[in-house]
C-alpha cells in the first residue's frame, strides 16, 4: 500500500497540490498537515502516518524537505521505516530507498534540506543584527509589567499573588524582582 504525507509550514500554504499529486502517484491514504519541518515534534499527522505503515508498504511524499529539515531527523525517520520494512519514496525527486542510488540520493537531499535550513536562520538573524543597528528592529514587547510586579511587591504582597493576580507564573516574578 502506499501511504501519502504532504506538509506545509504555513497556515497561508495549501496544502491541494501535494496532495493531489500523492493521489495521483497512487496513494490509497494520505495524512497531511500545517506545521513547521525544522522538527518532528509536534508533526502529530507524521507520527500517525508512521504508526500506520505496515511492512511491505511505501510511504511517499512529493520531496524530501516535506518531511524533514534535518539530516538527523530524516535519518530517525528512514531509520524506523526501514525496521518496519517500509520504503520511502518521493514523487518529484529520485528517492526510493528500495535502492541504492535512491538512498544515496536522499542521504544528499537531507544535507541540503538541513544546509538551506540553516542558511534561511542565518539570514533572519542577519536581518535582525542590520534592523536592530537601524533602531527599526524593537523585539517583541515585552508582556510582563515589571513596574506592577514591584509595586505589588511593594505592597506587600507575595510573589504567588502576584503571579496569580498578573496571570504571569512565579518565576516571571522572581526574575524582575532579582
Known amino acids: 500500500m502506499k501511504v501519502g504525507y504532504a506538509r506545509v509550514s ?7 497540490g501535494q496532495v493531489d499529486a500523492l493521489t495521483a502517484a497512487g496513494c490509497e491514504r494520505v495524512f497531511s498537515e500545517k506545521v513547521s519541518g525544522t522538527s518532528t515534534a509536534g ?3 507524521l507520527q500517525e502516518a508512521m504508526d500506520f505503515v505496515r511492512k511491505g508498504d511505501a510511504l511517499v511524499v512529493t520531496r524530501v524537505d516535506r518531511l524533514a529539515r534535518s539530516i538527523g531527523d530524516l ?3 528512514v531509520g524506523t521505516l526501514r525496521a518496519k520494512k517500509v520504503d ?4 518529484e525527486q529520485p528517492v526510493d530507498t528500495s535502492t541504492a542510488a535512491g538512498k544515496c540520493f536522499l542521504d544528499m537531499l537531507g544535507v541540503f534540506a538541513e544546509f538551506e535550513t540553516n542558511l534561511r536562520r542565518e539570514r533572519q538573524t542577519e536581518g535582525i543584527e542590520r534592523a536592530k543597528a537601524r533602531g527599526v ?3 517583541r514587547k515585552p508582556s510582563i509589567d515589571a513596574d506592577r510586579v514591584r509595586e505589588l511587591h511593594g505592597q506587600g504582597m507575595g510573589a504567588t499573588a502576584i503571579a ?5 507564573g512565579r518565576a516571571s516574578v522572581y526574575r524582575v524582582l532579582a
Open 10 to 16: 504555513t497556515i497561508d500554504q495549501e496544502l491541494g
Open 43 to 45: 508533526r502529530d499527522k
Open 75 to 77: 535519518q530517525q525517520l
Open 88 to 91: 520511502l519514496l518521493a514523487t
Open 137 to 139: 528592529y524593537k523585539g
Open 164 to 168: 496569580k493576580q498578573l496571570g504571569i
